[in-house]
């Protein structure tokens, strides 16, 4: 009788499914437009445009993506009229690679391409909460705040933004979570084969190089270095593979192409990409007090320190044997250090749109998962709701707001969840409930 009814609940599910994907194909086709253009006025919705950009390199065979040229004329054979201004790309080649199937649906309709686009994304990011959410039940370890953090991160304002746009960050958050999962649920029960999941989900990482390094520095964190070193040499593989496509001079317009998000002066022709007063990060919020130069280097100093300073602690473990050895004067757990490597991120990127903030899911799993976070009475609680609210809120207010209050908020709320995923504090000799990377 087992079988028979899981089927049937396949089918069900199935059929939600299909009714839910046909739903939102309806409403996007009716609601969402993904270009608007007139005299002198041109808008593009980010998914669009990076679909239009697959579609040319994948079925015009225009070459090298990262060239102002394909992309001026990749957009305007789309629209069937001149566009100058574009967008410059932070995407690495393995996107095309994920986007092929996608851009092939754009044949037929742009609706269609972004209603399956959506679908994927949202289904790993909620397959990888059902998994999560089914050992927490099984463990019954059921910590209400991240729990009420995780519904308000769900329904805010940033979310339906992103949903919008058809950013990336909803994909990348589901594929953490899913290593998050892996490496506190199944770690300890390796068997042959079973580090092909965590390859897949490092090479789809592999679409942005910040979300790349998030999923291997997560993997070296806990020490799976073999997982880390296959996911490197596959994605360095793809790249290879699509090299001749691209053509040779990728590698150079592609820094090329990063280097202009970290400008203060920004060319032309992609002026109109960029709104800093919709992100919360250091570089928008002090800019108007110590300059953008400034700005942008302390950013890109504690970004690449942090993300230096953990794999450098994680390789001494490493070589150590164990991570319990004395190697510093400091106690952590691994937690603490994905939440760190996180926070460094969405506190200190020298570029990272608001749609970003979706990667506070990952932090809340981690404490759901081994943090040891107050009741959702205690008054730490609530401040910490009414906090995550504001943040995710931020671009509902006027352009002008003060962006260091914001900045200041997400700071607390990653400090609390740092200190959450901490050690036990009701007794020195008990096992922490994080596991321990170094202690003195």
């Known amino acids: 009788m087992v079988a028979p009814m899981n089927y049937k609940r396949r089918l069900i599910v199935c059929f939600v499914s299909m009714l839910l994907i046909y739903c939102l194909y309806h409403f996007i086709s009716k609601h969402i437009v993904f270009v608007k253009h007139g005299e002198g006025y041109f808008g593009i919705n980010d998914y669009a445009y990076y679909i239009i950009i ?38 690495t080649p393995i996107a095309m690679v994920v986007w092929l199937p996608f851009a092939f649906a754009a044949h037929f309709s742009m609706a269609l391409s972004y209603t399956l686009w959506v679908a994927f994304s949202f289904s790993i990011l909620f397959t990888a909460l059902w998994k999560v959410g089914r050992h927490v039940f099984q463990v019954k370890k059921l910590e209400v705040l991240p729990i009420a953090l995780f519904f308000v991160t769900i329904f805010s304002v940033t979310m339906g933004h992103t949903l919008i746009l058809g950013q ?37 990482l592999g679409i942005k190089p910040t979300y790349f390094a998030l999923g291997l520095g997560l993997l070296i964190i806990y020490g799976m270095w073999r997982e880390a070193i296959y996911s490197a040499i596959a994605v360095i593989f793809v790249l290879i593979c699509i090299t001749p496509i691209l053509t040779t001079d990728w590698i150079l317009s592609y820094l090329h192409q990063l280097r202009i998000f970290g400008r203060e002066l920004i060319p032309d022709a992609y002026s109109g990409a960029f709104a800093p007063h919709t992100m919360n990060i250091f570089r928008s919020a002090s800019r108007n007090m110590i300059g953008d130069n400034l700005a942008r280097l302390i950013s890109t100093i504690v970004t690449c320190g942090v993300y230096a300073g953990i794999a450098g602690l994680s390789v001494l473990a490493k070589i150590k044997g164990k991570y319990t050895e004395q190697l510093y004067p400091l106690s952590v757990t ?32 981690t404490v759901l998962l081994v943090g040891n976070p107050p009741n959702l009475l205690n008054y730490k609680s609530i401040l910490l709701i009414c906090i995550l609210f504001l943040i995710l809120s931020h671009n509902a207010f006027p352009p002008n707001k003060p962006l260091w209050v914001f900045w200041i908020l997400k700071a607390v709320l990653l400090g609390y969840m740092f200190n959450f995923c901490g050690f036990q504090k009701d007794s020195a000799h008990s096992s922490p409930k994080g596991e321990i990377l170094f202690r003195n």
Do not use: R
């Open 54 to 91: 697959a579609k040319a390199f994948w079925f015009e065979g225009l070459g090298n993506i990262y060239k102002l040229s394909f992309q001026q004329h990749a957009v305007s054979a789309y629209i069937g009229s001149n566009v100058n201004t574009v967008m410059p790309l932070g995407i």
């Open 168 to 204: 990336t960050s909803v994909l990348a958050t589901g594929l953490l979570i899913y290593l998050i999962y892996f490496v506190h649920i199944t770690a300890k029960e390796l068997k042959s084969g079973s580090w092909l999941p965590i390859l897949l989900a490092i090479f789809l």
């Open 334 to 365: 691994k937690g603490q250090l994905f939440v760190l490597m996180i926070a460094s991120y969405l506190l200190f990127a020298p570029y990272a749109g608001g749609y970003e903030d979706i990667l506070l899911l990952s932090v809340f799993i």
